[in-house]
């Protein structure tokens, strides 16, 4: 739920302010139940999401839903799925480490 919210702030064309953002929060709306939202549950309580936001958000996750995902299988090389993720190398030793959380 958290990375939605994340996700949903860094799209600045949103316009979302911290009370459209409570209330997606409190409805506990997940990715998946976010691509399947409509304008009309928004705005339809439990949301009761102003028209604008409500809007823009079931405009945002039609779109975000139509969107293929690309398989690694279909990028040429490994460089190419690095600079997907923003390093700019062709070789696994550049690949960040994971470093569990304590």
């Known amino acids: 739920m ?3 919210i994340n996700f949903l702030c860094k799209e600045e064309n ?3 302010d911290d009370d459209d953002l409570k209330i997606i929060r409190k409805q506990k709306v997940t990715g998946c139940d ?13 949301y009761n999401l102003p028209g604008g936001p409500a809007s823009r ?4 996750a039609k779109e975000l839903s139509k969107q293929k995902l690309k398989s690694f299988l279909s990028y040429r090389s490994l460089k ?3 600079a997907k993720y923003g390093i700019k190398s062709s070789s696994i030793t550049s690949i960040p480490q994971f470093e569990p959380g304590k």
């Open 80 to 82: 190419e799925v690095l």
């Open 57 to 60: 958000l079931a405009d945002f």
């Open 34 to 46: 976010f691509l399947k939202i409509t304008e009309e549950k928004l705005i339809c309580h439990p």
């Open 14 to 16: 949103l316009k979302l």
């Open 2 to 4: 958290s990375e939605l």
